[in-house]
């Protein structure tokens, strides 16, 4: 558990560093593709290419940091309403759900990367395979996420179980003298 925590925190380095370069690159390019195309009247040819396949870097980095941060979207206003051991059993079919969701989403994510590995894109002739890397990257990414949330969240819960019934027990104890 230490060891995915250590994983996880390298990883979450490394994603905000690479999703707030990239995100200033595409500002860069944006605006340099602005400028070329009506100040200087000669687009670049690449930009909107370029800008697309760090768009999708961004947005699987992201989304997995955001999953990380428990910053990801959800729908809780039903599950708040349940009682609080339905709620936990409805939140972990939920997290197991997803995660066999991101499992499929990796795999087809490297079918794809590898159904890809000889092309390469029209104006950069940029090898295909490195944007649609960013889909199971990402995917594994939010997997760890939420498999590191449904370890710790079991483990709190059976430390608290195991309190519990220790202070059951000391109360029996303390009845019986």
Not at 81 to 100: F, S
Request: no cysteine.
């Amino acid at each position: 558990m230490k060891f995915l925590k250590f994983i996880l925190a390298v990883f979450d380095r490394i994603a905000y560093a690479l999703v707030a370069f990239l995100m200033g690159a595409m500002g860069v390019v944006a605006f340099a593709a602005v400028f070329y195309r009506f100040v200087l009247h000669d687009p670049i040819p690449w930009s909107e290419e370029a800008a697309r396949y760090m768009m999708a870097w961004v947005t699987f980095l992201g989304a997995g940091y955001a999953m990380g941060k428990g910053r990801h979207i959800g729908v809780t206003m039903f599950v708040e309403k349940l009682p609080e051991a339905l709620r936990r059993k409805v939140t972990l079919a939920a997290e197991i759900i997803i995660m066999v969701f991101l499992a499929a989403v990796t795999v087809q994510g490297i079918k794809l990367m590898i159904s890809l590995w000889s092309q390469t894109s029209p104006a950069m002739d940029f090898p295909m395979w490195v944007p649609y890397l960013a889909i199971p990257v990402g995917s594994v990414y939010m997997f760890l996420h939420l498999l590191f949330l449904v370890l710790t969240r079991s483990s709190q819960s059976i430390s608290t179980a195991d309190l519990e019934l220790e202070a059951a027990l000391k109360g029996k104890e303390g009845a019986g003298k």
